[in-house]
């Protein structure tokens, strides 16, 4: 099993530094932070821009994997956003990990003024960004231009940041719980991202993972490939995964036996969400991490 961390993007630079740091030293896989302009109860609480950020941690560090948790196309464009995401990879020396998804229906989806989407609408929207990054984060050359026209996003002779800093382009790990979502990750994902089923709670949430799983093992069966990296959000099951030593062993015990290869959990908090002592890292640490980096499997 491999850990990840995120870091929500709420402190001022020096202790987010310090966070950062430390999340690498105690041998995490991966740290992440939430992409999001601002987040459900947190909205008018400090929040920082998330690809700042990110690039910063990747100054601030050496060997740990950085990520999204997850972006999505509410309020961007492939374009830009491609420009941004081959830039700080470059600067992390190839380390980084897009995490992206449909997007929300909260603040995000309507603090541009945008009109609300059907269901079906976010999931086409998804795809074709995601589709469209795909494209642009392959791109290794200035010679020409990248052109597309669909529904939600155009480009005319775009251009990239020139080599990928990875090849073919840095992986894709795609939340998505849906059929046609998990499809998607068949298609183009390294890895799956996942906060288990909307409203439900211990035993229930741990039962639709399994389900959720097993409909992504149909998906890559129908598209004739054997496995993708499968990365567990853990602190959406209701029970708060730092909260003691028996809910960690609880966590990793059950994701292991699931299949998943990453649990991702959230850095304490003095109040809610995810309220706990920062203690319970270096426990975590202890129990788990090995302190050495590990990698990420590629297609």
């Given at each position: ?288 991490l090995s302190g050495n980096f590990r990698g990420m499997r590629s297609d």
């Amino acid at each position: 099993m491999r850990f990840g961390i995120v870091i929500l993007p709420q402190y001022p630079w020096p202790e987010a530094r310090r966070r950062w740091r430390k999340a690498e030293e105690l041998g995490f896989d991966h740290a992440w932070t939430y992409d999001h302009l601002s987040w459900r109860t947190l909205v008018d609480q400090p929040w920082g821009a998330t690809i700042p950020l990110l690039t910063a941690a990747a100054t601030a560090t050496e060997r740990i994997r950085l990520g999204t948790f997850v972006s999505s196309p509410n309020y961007r464009h492939p374009v830009p956003f491609a420009k941004d995401l081959a830039s700080v990879d470059e600067i992390s020396g190839g380390r980084f990990l897009l995490g992206v998804g449909s997007g929300g229906t909260g603040f995000d989806a309507h603090v541009l003024g945008r009109h609300e989407l059907t269901p079906r609408q976010r999931h086409d929207r998804f795809a074709e960004f995601t589709r469209d990054l795909d494209v642009l984060l392959r791109f290794e050359t200035e010679t020409g231009g990248i052109s597309f026209d669909g529904q939600y996003y155009r480009a005319v002779d775009a251009r990239m940041v020139g080599e990928p800093a990875q090849v073919p382009r840095m992986p894709f790990v795609l939340a998505a719980n849906g059929p046609k979502g998990l499809r998607l990750v068949a298609d183009l994902g390294q890895g799956w991202a996942t906060t288990g089923p909307d409203g439900l709670r211990g035993d229930d949430w741990w039962a639709g993972v399994a389900g959720l799983s097993r409909r992504l093992d149909d998906a890559l069966a129908d598209a004739g490939r054997d496995t993708v990296d499968r990365y567990l959000a853990v602190d959406f099951c209701g029970t708060y995964a730092l909260s003691s030593p028996d809910a960690v062993d609880d966590a990793v015990g059950r994701a292991t036996e699931l299949g998943f290869t990453d649990l991702i959990l959230h850095w304490p908090r003095e109040g809610d969400p995810y309220r706990g002592a920062e203690s319970a890292l270096d426990d975590l640490a202890t129990r788990h991490l090995s302190g050495n980096f590990r990698g990420m499997r590629s297609d």
